[in-house]
């Protein structure tokens, strides 16, 4: 009998495990520190913590990191660029933008592949999509050549107007693959829209992480199997979606922000349980802190974004990430306390850890400030040592004349002006006002810092999920599966020809129910979203609209609308015209249904046991409160500390806490009438 279902999310520091067990109707949690020598080791560590016979798992998600990892570290494949004949430089010359128009020290990221890596095939599609040269066998056995002398682990092709006709790249593919064992990544799959510089930029990362990302599924694939494993193994996508890790060895690009998206879905599904629609998802795990928003109950997904100053063609949930977590080390610059990015991560980890780190972080700050139990670490399996805390930050705390509680203090307040601001990022540079959310915070490190956060940005209410600490791998299992494609089509909007837009149309269906056969899902099942990318005549960029009637004047009437709330302004009198139009497809998997917790009880409770915790340079005496403890009803003011077994949240004085029938944490800052009355 089928038992239980699985979500696991690999971090820098942590891995994390959510199971469902469908016979006894609960969750279950679990840390285990990465493995970043063999992340499937961790994965194993986690689900043999619950899981005796592998048999009885009905499900299995996965949030991997390993494409991210190879991508950020410069440790991709060897990748061999295949272009058409007099376009060698596209790459190399990019764009003439400057991304950062006012830093004088700004230079352009190095190309992930040298232009001697680049061969120029003789061939070329006319921007119809019309054969004008025809491929030759000659330069197809050239490079075959080169590619047979081990010099490349991958292989990319991006060839002109290949979005309009994918024929040429199809034929030097099935021509390599004749002759080697190689992964080669076409244009006209993972980018199928115009501009050559950003397709053949996101064709180049999907080449350049594969084999990593194939080798690490591959291992776990093998490892699940040995222990009983016989089912597909999906994995999380960049756009909100799932996967098997069949379709994710060809497109590898979607795992890029595997793990953090399922947070994202996570907050999605909180807006069914709580109907709070406009959620800030913020994920502070040990490494890094990923913000991503929900709008109406939907996430905010974007078709296009750049990844280390590289663009990337592909809708992917819009994550702003910047390295701020527990591990995040601090230390002096230019006479200047500096928080982050570097990070300690799970190997030596933070001083307190214990494992020969000797250096402060983030995590080591909360320790020496008491917001932290040394003891109750993840429910007491992890045994912090204060001390070495303590020293650590003094080892600092001595070269600025500070104390070692006022150098404690300044590093948490520096990560946390640094998480506000990328917050801002997402919201106030869009136009978005982040005051008019709720801040949904998880991870392990997520809930102790995000009252203090929303307190910088004004917002006014904070939601704790009932499993913050492992809340990404909780998201990844109340999702669907989900395939993306897109058609060139330029045409000014007065001018579109509905029969020749809905045929790409059904071209498109037809591609997406291929692909979601092959993971399974009938067509019965499958759901199509239409959307179309628009812009004013003359504009470069669009604004994608959903298209739900092919009513083509109320189109131009939402295109209008939305670039006033984007922009703050429009031209209702201006021409428009389509460039691109789009096709998702969600094939819907089994949801598990959240039951509520009855068991009410509207008290105001005292906590379980105090501990001296440092406030603004002050030390008060704190309540120190249990989740296992908490119903729903149940309320009390801060500050306080509630202690989980993944996580600890931190809640300063001027603060009320509810638990909701969901035992989630509801946390709302106090008004001054209500301050009186306390």
């Known amino acids: 009998m089928s038992r239980y279902r699985l979500g696991v999310d690999i971090g820098g520091t942590f891995t994390d495990l959510v199971v469902y067990d469908q016979k006894e109707k609960v969750f279950h949690t679990h840390k285990t520190l990465t493995t970043p020598h063999n992340l499937a080791e961790g994965v194993m560590q986690c689900i043999n913590q619950y899981v005796k016979d592998f048999n009885e798992i009905e499900y299995f998600v996965h949030g991997t990191t390993s494409g991210l990892n190879a991508f950020l570290e410069r440790k991709g494949a060897r990748v061999a660029l295949l272009t058409t004949e007099g376009f060698r430089d596209v790459y190399e010359i990019g764009r003439a933008n400057r991304t950062e128009m006012y830093n004088i020290q700004y230079s352009k990221p190095a190309p992930l592949l040298d232009r001697e890596n680049t061969y120029e095939i003789?061939?070329?599609?006319?921007?119809?999509?019309?054969?004008?040269?025809?491929?030759?066998?000659?330069?197809?056995?050239?490079?075959?050549?080169?590619?047979?002398?081990?010099?490349?682990?991958?292989?990319?092709?991006?060839?002109?107007?290949?979005?309009?006709?994918?024929?040429?790249?199809?034929?030097?593919?099935?021509?390599?693959?004749?002759?080697?064992?190689?992964?080669?990544s076409l244009s006209s799959e993972i980018a199928r829209e115009w501009r050559e510089y950003e397709r053949v930029s996101t064709t180049i990362i999907n080449a350049y992480i594969a084999p990593i990302v194939k080798k690490y599924l591959n291992i776990l694939e093998q490892q699940m199997v040995e222990n009983g494993f016989d089912k597909d193994i999906y994995i999380m996508q960049s756009n909100g979606g799932v996967m098997t890790s069949k379709v994710a060895k060809q497109l590898p690009l979607q795992t890029l922000m595997s793990g953090p998206v399922g947070g994202t879905i996570g907050g999605v599904n909180l807006t069914r349980l709580t109907g709070e629609k406009n959620l800030i998802c913020v994920d502070m795990g040990g490494t890094s802190f990923d913000v991503s928003i929900t709008i109406d109950g939907e996430p905010d997904v974007t078709a296009e974004t750049i990844m280390e100053g590289f663009p990337i063609l592909s809708p992917m949930v819009n994550i702003?990430?910047?390295?701020?977590?527990?591990?995040?080390?601090?230390?002096?610059?230019?006479?200047?306390?500096?928080?982050?990015?570097?990070?300690?991560?799970?190997?030596?980890?933070?001083?307190?850890?214990?494992?020969?780190?000797?250096?402060?972080?983030?995590?080591?700050?909360?320790?020496?400030?008491?917001?932290?139990?040394?003891?109750?670490?993840?429910?007491?399996?992890?045994?912090l040592d204060k001390e070495a805390a303590y020293q650590a930050v003094k080892s600092v705390a001595d070269q600025i004349n500070l104390s070692v509680e006022e150098t404690a203090e300044g590093i948490c307040d520096i990560a946390n002006a640094k998480m506000a601001d990328a917050i801002r990022n997402l919201t106030v540079k869009r136009g978005i006002?982040?005051?008019?959310?709720?801040?949904?915070?998880?991870?392990?490190?997520?809930?102790?810092?995000?009252?203090?956060?929303?307190?910088?940005?004004?917002?006014?209410?904070?939601?704790?999920?009932?499993?913050?600490?492992?809340?990404?791998?909780?998201?990844?299992?109340?999702?669907?599966?989900?395939?993306?494609?897109?058609?060139?089509?330029?045409?000014?909007?007065?001018?579109?020809?509905?029969?020749?837009?809905?045929?790409?149309?059904?071209?498109?269906?037809?591609?997406?129910?291929?692909?979601?056969?092959?993971?399974?899902?009938?067509?019965?099942?499958?759901?199509?979203?239409?959307?179309?990318?628009?812009?004013?005549?003359?504009?470069?960029y669009t604004v994608n609209i959903v298209n739900e009637s092919d009513d083509l004047a109320k189109l131009e009437e939402q295109f209008h609308e939305s670039h006033f709330d984007i922009y703050g302004h429009n031209n209702p009198n201006g021409g428009t015209e389509i460039v691109n139009i789009r096709t998702t497809a969600l094939g819907d998997l089994e949801k598990i249904e959240i039951k509520k917790d009855n068991t009410s009880s509207e008290e105001f409770i005292l906590a379980d046991h105090t501990r001296e915790i440092v406030w603004n340079g002050v030390e008060k005496t704190t309540g120190v409160y249990s989740t296992h403890d908490l119903?729903?009803?149940?309320?009390?003011?801060?500050?306080?500390?509630?202690?989980?077994?993944?996580?600890?949240?931190?809640?300063?004085?001027?603060?009320?806490?509810?638990?909701?029938?969901?035992?989630?944490?509801?946390?709302?800052?106090?008004?001054?009438?209500?301050?009186?009355l306390v």
Not at 344 to 365: M, R
Not at 483 to 507: C, G, H
Not at 637 to 652: F, L, M, Y
Request: one cysteine or more; glycine letters at 10%.
């Open 122 to 184: 003789k061939e070329r599609m006319s921007y119809q999509g019309e054969v004008q040269t025809p491929i030759e066998s000659v330069n197809i056995n050239g490079v075959i050549n080169e590619l047979k002398k081990g010099k490349y682990d991958a292989v990319a092709v991006c060839f002109l107007h290949s979005y309009k006709n994918p024929k040429h790249e199809q034929e030097i593919r099935d021509a390599i693959e004749k002759e080697l064992d190689i992964p080669v």
């Open 320 to 383: 702003h990430t910047v390295g701020a977590g527990g591990g995040s080390l601090a230390y002096l610059e230019g006479g200047g306390l500096r928080v982050g990015p570097k990070s300690a991560g799970s190997n030596p980890g933070p001083a307190c850890y214990g494992n020969g780190g000797n250096q402060p972080t983030v995590t080591d700050a909360n320790v020496v400030l008491g917001r932290i139990d040394p003891n109750n670490f993840l429910g007491g399996d992890l045994k």
């Open 433 to 540: 006002d982040p005051r008019e959310f709720t801040i949904v915070a998880f991870g392990g490190a997520g809930p102790m810092h995000a009252v203090l956060i929303a307190d910088l940005l004004d917002v006014k209410k904070v939601l704790v999920p009932n499993v913050s600490g492992t809340f990404s791998a909780w998201g990844m299992l109340q999702t669907d599966i989900r395939f993306d494609t897109v058609r060139n089509y330029v045409s000014l909007l007065s001018n579109v020809k509905k029969n020749e837009m809905q045929s790409l149309y059904n071209e498109m269906q037809e591609e997406c129910i291929s692909m979601l056969n092959q993971q399974h899902i009938s067509t019965d099942q499958i759901r199509f979203q239409k959307s179309v990318d628009i812009r004013y005549v003359g504009q470069e």
């Open 631 to 676: 119903k729903p009803g149940n309320h009390f003011i801060g500050p306080a500390v509630i202690e989980d077994k993944n996580s600890t949240i931190v809640i300063p004085p001027k603060f009320s806490i509810s638990i909701d029938e969901n035992r989630n944490i509801k946390i709302s800052k106090i008004t001054i009438k209500e301050v009186e």
